[in-house]
T-cell receptor, first 114, second 114 residues
Framework: GNSVTQMEGPVTLSEEAFLTINCTYT??????LFWYVQYPGEGLQLLLKATKADDKGSNKGFEATYRKETTSFHLEKGSVQVSDSAVYFC?????????????FGRGTSLIVHP | EPEVTQTPSHQVTQMGQEVILRCVPISNHLYFYWYRQILGQKVEFLVS????????KSEIFDDQFSVERPDGSNFTLKIRSTKLEDSAMYFC????????????FGNGTRLTVT
């Protein structure tokens, strides 16, 4: 079946540090890939997406590139802020036998210190 | 921007009682989902709903669970006889196109079973 694997958290960084959160996937086909962010007490919200190989999604300084050859979609940001502290979820979406089940990774907690 | 709204935000119930969690998806969306998240951890798929019927459900979604779209705007999740392990955050989500478009999540209902 389809699955998403994310690096274990929490990731703890100082403000202005470089961020990478690794995400790899397994899928029988060519999924669309997403990063969602969850701030404390809120639901998940879309951060960025890529729908085909070599696409780069970007938003709010975050980027991720859809790499079909390594089945990866790593999230990066050049300089994190305290306000980026949240839980980040990698997800894929792919039709499977006529149904559509977006599948999420376990989430990676990011803590940014001033 | 349209939002997915969920009510109540917090529900406390006794073991064995029935609960109904309510959601109003975004009006022009056609695909609806329930997910749950225990203690801020993994986001687990429960059920997807399209064209007024369940399109997919997980192992978690046993006979104690049911979903309904009673009036064309609300989307409800019913748990007939709650167990302690049903305590979790329950998120409703909707999508226009689940492959290329993201899910839009509500802020969740925190269910506490005592």
């Amino acid at each position: 079946g389809n699955s998403v694997t994310q690096m274990e958290g929490p990731v703890t960084l100082s403000e202005e540090a470089f961020l990478t959160i690794n995400c790899t996937y397994t899928a029988t086909g060519y999924p669309s890939l997403f990063w969602y962010v969850q701030y404390p007490g809120e639901g998940l919200q879309l951060l960025l997406k890529a729908t085909k190989a070599d696409d780069k999604g970007s938003n709010k300084g975050f980027e991720a590139t859809y790499r079909k050859e390594t089945t990866s979609f790593h999230l990066e940001k050049g300089s994190v802020q305290v306000s980026d502290s949240a839980v980040y979820f990698c997800a894929l979406s792919l039709t499977s036998g006529g149904s559509y089940i977006p599948t999420f990774g376990r989430g990676t907690s990011l803590i940014v210190h001033p | 921007e349209p939002e997915v709204t969920q009510t109540p935000s917090h529900q406390v119930t006794q073991m064995g009682q029935e609960v109904i969690l309510r959601c109003v998806p975004i009006s022009n969306h056609l695909y609806f989902y329930w997910y749950r998240q225990i203690l801020g951890q993994k986001v687990e798929f429960l059920v997807s709903f399209y064209n007024n019927e369940i399109s997919e459900k997980s192992e978690i979604f046993d006979d104690q669970f049911s979903v309904e779209r009673p009036d064309g705007s609300n989307f409800t999740l019913k748990i007939r006889s709650t167990k302690l392990e049903d305590s979790a955050m329950y998120f409703c989500a909707s999508s226009r196109d689940p492959i290329k478009s993201p899910l839009h999540f509500g802020n969740g209902t925190r269910l506490t079973v005592t």
